[in-house]
């Protein structure tokens, strides 16, 4: 039997600033967009609706690039304000 992926978010709220970041790594208008960029760059044949004669490794070419991009960035992000915070603290000792 397969599992059944889920796609809910740790925080709910962050859905729209997430879509920007998507967009932004991979220098989009929008998130809808970048997949859609990421498969051109990849030579996916990736249309509007079904995909589903699309194959897995083709699937994960369009994917993988975008979810790759987006985590060195929230790294980025996190490290930059966990030194933000660090030199907060220090300043005020």
Same mark, same amino acid.
């Given at each position: 039997?397969?599992?059944? $992926?889920? $796609?809910?978010?740790?925080?709910? !709220? =962050?859905?729209? =600033?997430?879509?920007?970041?998507? /967009?932004d790594?991979m @220098?989009?208008? *929008? /998130? &809808?967009?970048?997949?859609? !960029? /990421?498969?051109? $760059?990849? *030579?996916?044949?990736?249309?509007n609706?079904? #995909?589903? &004669?699309?194959?897995a490794r083709? =699937? ?8 790759? %991009?987006?985590v060195?960035?929230?790294? /980025?992000?996190?490290?930059? %304000?966990?030194? #933000? !915070? %660090?030199? %907060? @603290? !220090? @300043?005020?000792?």
């Amino acid at each position: 039997m397969a599992r059944k $992926r889920r $796609r809910r978010l740790l925080v709910p !709220e =962050a859905r729209d =600033a997430l879509d920007r970041l998507k /967009a932004d790594v991979m @220098n989009t208008v *929008s /998130a &809808e967009d970048a997949k859609f !960029e /990421a498969a051109k $760059r990849q *030579s996916v044949p990736l249309t509007n609706g079904d #995909n589903g &004669e699309l194959t897995a490794r083709q =699937a994960g070419k369009v994917g993988g690039p975008i979810g790759g %991009q987006m985590v060195k960035k929230m790294i /980025a992000l996190a490290q930059m %304000q966990l030194l #933000n !915070e %660090q030199q %907060q @603290n !220090e @300043n005020r000792s």
